[in-house]
């Protein structure tokens, strides 16, 4: 093994891969073609069974992810059911501790001493710890805040239970699709934004506000597919 280790993720949403490469020095990236160990499928020698856990600490970006990103990191760093990294900015400071899990690619903020373990818990046994769900990298911002509405209202936690199907944008609203194969049901959850609908403080120290958009949902429509075709 080298002395560093390089990963490469691919965090689709039914068959997300983690692959590991060790390296020796910095330079040694440079001979990885990832593009063409994809394409001749050499990159299968690679593929690691390693669940990263990523964890914002970049205080000279903000000082809330340094504040309590570093407490979450130490407070994880040796659990032996994960590999757990510093990383730097992820968005969304204000919700610091802010988490990314690989090779899933699912977001969580808001983490602290009081739900760390039931989440990596939560996490490891596929399903989704909902109360710090930020939603899941291979899904726009609409998905993601649909995707989180709709479990929490039919109670679906699994990773897999439900399957993206299409987003779209409609006259005054947004429509996005979810298949729920346990219930042979999709789900139609159509929202609007509210454009500057909220004052906030824009990091854990400020006392200024910042105005953000915010997600009005009006409508969850369950049908079967047979209903549609109809």
């Known amino acids: 093994d080298g002395e560093y280790s390089f990963y490469f993720a691919t965090s689709t949403e039914f068959e997300p891969k983690l692959y590991k490469f060790s390296v020796n020095n910095y330079d040694d990236l440079l001979d990885i073609d990832i593009q063409a160990l994809i394409e001749s499928d050499e990159i299968s020698k690679f593929e690691s069974d390693e669940r990263l856990v990523l964890i914002c600490t970049h205080g000279t970006y903000d000082s809330c992810c340094g504040k309590y990103g570093v407490k979450i990191f130490n407070e994880i760093k040796d659990d032996s059911r994960i590999s757990?990294?510093?990383t730097t900015h992820v968005g969304a400071h204000r919700f610091s501790a802010n988490l990314v899990m690989l090779p899933e690619g699912i977001y969580y903020g808001r983490v602290n001493y009081n739900n760390i373990d039931?989440?990596?818990s939560s996490?490891?046994?596929?399903e989704i710890y909902l109360d710090c769900f930020r939603g899941r990298t291979c899904y726009t911002m609409t998905s993601q805040v649909s995707d989180y509405f709709l479990r929490d209202k039919i109670n679906k936690k699994g990773i897999y239970d439900i399957a993206w199907e299409f987003e779209r944008d409609r006259y005054s609203y947004t429509?996005?699709?979810f298949h729920v194969e346990s219930e042979s049901l999709t789900y139609s959850?159509?929202?609007?934004?509210?454009?500057n609908a909220l004052d906030i403080p824009a990091s854990c120290g400020d006392t200024k506000l910042k105005k953000i958009d915010q997600f009005y949902f009006y409508s969850l429509?369950?049908?079967?597919p047979k209903e549609k075709e109809a």
């Open 175 to 177: 429509s996005v699709e």
């Open 123 to 126: 996490h490891l046994n596929q």
């Open 189 to 195: 959850v159509n929202s609007m934004v509210l454009n």
């Open 221 to 224: 429509v369950p049908y079967t």
């Open 84 to 86: 757990v990294w510093h």
């Open 118 to 120: 039931e989440l990596i």
